[in-house]
């Protein structure tokens, strides 16, 4: 029972997955009928658009049809509850040192000649 229900949440996820691009599949498979019979540009051949056409503006009419769906949240409907915006300034400012040059040489190198050997194995 426990991997039929795994496998059906699975299905049910990738079901999800592949429905915005439902439109592209059903262009692939079913390419002739659509650039023969529901193409919008069959006047002008010229663009060779062979449905590409319909398929864009199915995925438009999806897109839209999502947008839709979405209901409109009103924050002022959702108060945060008791917390209080704080005029945050701080007590101790941080001197701030101007120089002449953007570049600050703020390192020191330690030179030795002796040239580094890894060390062996045991």
């Known amino acids: 029972m426990n991997s039929f229900g795994s496998l059906f949440f699975t299905i049910l996820y990738m079901t999800a997955m592949l429905r915005p691009v439902a439109p592209v599949f059903t ?3 079913n ?4 650039a023969e019979f529901l193409c919008i540009n069959q006047d002008r051949p010229e663009l060779k658009c062979n449905g590409k056409c319909y398929m864009f503006r ?3 009419a999806q897109s839209e049809e999502k947008k839709q769906n979405l209901p409109a949240i009103d924050l002022r409907d959702y108060p945060i509850g008791f ?3 704080l005029d945050f ?3 101790n400012k ?3 040192q101007k120089t002449g040059s953007i570049y600050l040489n703020n390192y020191a190198l330690i030179f030795s000649g002796e040239i580094f050997h890894p060390p062996a194995g045991v």
Do not use: A, T
């Not at 390419?31 to 659509?34: C, V, W």
């Open 58 to 60: 199915q995925l438009k």
């Open 27 to 29: 262009y692939i498979i």
């Open 83 to 85: 917390v209080e915006l």
């Open 31 to 34: 390419q002739d009928y659509i």
């Open 89 to 91: 300034q701080p007590q």
């Open 94 to 96: 941080i001197p701030v």
